[in-house]
């Protein structure tokens, strides 16, 4: 293949990925998956939660309460996972200006926002019996409060102001700005080699991960709460365009009247 075909087929893929930013194709396309994908989301977590809580043994060291990993890893790897997908769609709107991604954004903070709440409870629930105290200002800690804060702050700002390109470009900059602090959660162990929180339970060295009798329940709990993720951002999603809608037909019925 010459040159400028390559080029016009790359072109062509380009165009036809953008075609899914169009708020018609979208809620087509998200109506067809979502059936399918709430099943497949409730099927993963039921066994991984299952599997952890019922069927695991105790850990030598930690009792019973190594079983909250299968909550609080889950909902940790979701809070940041949430942040750097609001990045990569406010980019995208910045850039493209497509609606649908600011609003995809927009679906995401608050399912990231309690993911965020539900691994600072968990790891409370942790720290007390391992650490002997609910909280500590360790790195890691620290900078999943602060991302907790962006959260807030971010959807704050989507309801402070009554423009919604003006909040989308504003809540697009906050998100790229905060990414730094979903970074910071994610890598701070190893940033800092101090602090009570231990390394990452997944990784690929092997002598990091946790034992086999709990990986394999505690990676499809992962797969199952990252699915419940997209389904939630997808229901959400269909919800702003239709918000965004009425929105449009109420400031067109203000323009007649006038």
């Known amino acids: 293949m010459s040159a400028p075909n390559r080029t016009r087929q790359a072109r062509d893929n380009i165009n036809w990925l953008w075609e ?14 979502l059936p399918w994908l709430a099943g497949l989301t409730a099927l993963v977590m039921a066994t991984s939660l299952i599997w952890g809580f019922f069927f695991t043994p105790e850990a030598v060291n930690f009792g019973t309460s190594v079983k909250i990993l299968y909550v609080h890893v889950p909902s940790a790897t979701v809070a940041i996972s949430a942040w750097f997908m609001m990045v990569v769609a406010s980019v995208i709107w910045l850039i493209r200006r497509h609606h649908v991604s600011a609003l995809a954004a927009k679906a995401a903070a608050p399912v990231g926002t309690v993911m965020t709440l539900i691994a600072l409870a968990t790891g409370a629930l942790w720290g007390q019996p391992m650490w002997g105290t609910w909280w500590a200002w360790d790195p890691r800690l620290t900078s999943f409060l602060i991302l907790f804060l962006f959260y807030l702050g971010y959807m ?3 309801a402070a102001i009554e ?4 909040a989308a470009d504003l809540t697009s900059v906050l998100a790229i700005v905060g990414s730094v602090f979903a970074v910071l959660s994610r890598y701070a162990v190893n940033f800092w080699n101090q602090g009570l929180h231990q ?3 997944l990784s690929l060295d092997k002598e990091e991960n946790v034992a086999d009798t709990y990986w394999i329940p505690l990676v499809i709990g ?4 990252m699915l419940f993720f997209i389904t939630l951002v997808f229901i959400r999603t269909r919800t702003e365009i239709r918000l965004r809608r009425v929105h449009a037909l109420e400031l067109r019925e203000r323009m007649a009247d006038a």
């Open 20 to 33: 899914w930013a169009n708020p018609v194709k979208f809620m087509w396309f998200s109506g067809l998956v």
């Open 156 to 158: 704050a700002l989507w």
């Open 163 to 166: 423009d919604p390109d003006t």
């Open 199 to 201: 390394g990452a339970s």
């Open 222 to 225: 992962i797969a199952g709460f």
